[in-house]
C-alpha cells in the first residue's frame, strides 16, 4: 500500500471536513505543523481513512488511526488491518503504540479486534486519560495470519 508522498498530497486529503473533524487535535496541530516533513512519518490511506505512523526508531512507531464517520464495522478493521500489515511488512515495524481516550469505547473495541493490548494509562492535555495500547509484530502475525506477509 503506497504511502502520501509530499504535504500538498495530505492537503488536499484533509480539505474534506468531515475527515479533519475526526483527527484527534494533537494530530490536527501536527498535520498544520507539516506532517510530511517530520522525518520517518509514514501515512498510508486515502479519503476513506488513513493511519498516521511517527518513527520512535529501532522499529518501533506511534500510530493514530484517522477515520472519517462514513468508513465504520468490517470496512473500517479491514482497511486498519492493511494499514498495519503494510507497516509491519513494508516498513519493518516490530511495535505500534498508541492511546485512546478512555471513553472512545468504540476505538477501544476496535484496538482490541487489531490486537493491541493496554499497557497503562496516561493523561493526554489534548483528550484526557487515555489508554495506551502496544501492538508487536508477532501478536498482529497471530491474530491475523491471512491479512500479513
Given at each position: 500500500?503506497?504511502s502520501l508522498e509530499t504535504q500538498a498530497q495530505l492537503a488536499a486529503l484533509l480539505e474534506v471536513?468531515?475527515?479533519?473533524?475526526?483527527?484527534?487535535?494533537?494530530?490536527?496541530?501536527?498535520?498544520?505543523?507539516?506532517?510530511?516533513?517530520?522525518?520517518?512519518?509514514?501515512?498510508?490511506?486515502?479519503?476513506?481513512?488513513?493511519?498516521?505512523?511517527?518513527?520512535?526508531?529501532?522499529?518501533?512507531?506511534?500510530?493514530?488511526?484517522?477515520?472519517?464517520?462514513?468508513?465504520?464495522?468490517?470496512?473500517?478493521?479491514?482497511?486498519?488491518?492493511?494499514?498495519?500489515?503494510?507497516?509491519?511488512?513494508?516498513?519493518?515495524?516490530?511495535?505500534?503504540?498508541?492511546?485512546?481516550?478512555?471513553?472512545?469505547l468504540a476505538a477501544r473495541r476496535i484496538n482490541r479486534v487489531l490486537g493491541f493490548v493496554p499497557?497503562?494509562?496516561?493523561?493526554?492535555?489534548?483528550?484526557?486519560?487515555?489508554?495506551?495500547?502496544?501492538?508487536?509484530?508477532?501478536?498482529?502475525?497471530?491474530?491475523?495470519?491471512?491479512?500479513?506477509?
Amino acid at each position: 500500500m503506497p504511502s502520501l508522498e509530499t504535504q500538498a498530497q495530505l492537503a488536499a486529503l484533509l480539505e474534506v471536513p468531515e475527515l479533519m473533524r475526526a483527527h484527534a487535535p494533537a494530530i490536527a496541530r501536527r498535520i498544520a505543523a507539516g506532517i510530511m516533513a517530520t522525518p520517518g512519518v509514514v501515512v498510508l490511506g486515502d479519503i476513506d481513512g488513513m493511519c498516521v505512523f511517527y518513527t520512535e526508531g529501532n522499529g518501533s512507531y506511534d500510530g493514530h488511526y484517522l477515520f472519517p464517520p462514513w468508513t465504520r464495522g468490517t470496512v473500517l478493521l479491514r482497511r486498519a488491518r492493511m494499514f498495519l500489515c503494510a507497516m509491519f511488512r513494508d516498513y519493518a515495524a516490530v511495535v505500534i503504540r498508541g492511546e485512546t481516550p478512555k471513553t472512545n469505547l468504540a476505538a477501544r473495541r476496535i484496538n482490541r479486534v487489531l490486537g493491541f493490548v493496554p499497557a497503562g494509562e496516561v493523561v493526554n492535555p489534548d483528550t484526557g486519560l487515555c489508554i495506551k495500547y502496544i501492538l508487536t509484530k508477532e501478536a498482529f502475525l497471530q491474530k491475523h495470519p491471512l491479512t500479513t506477509m
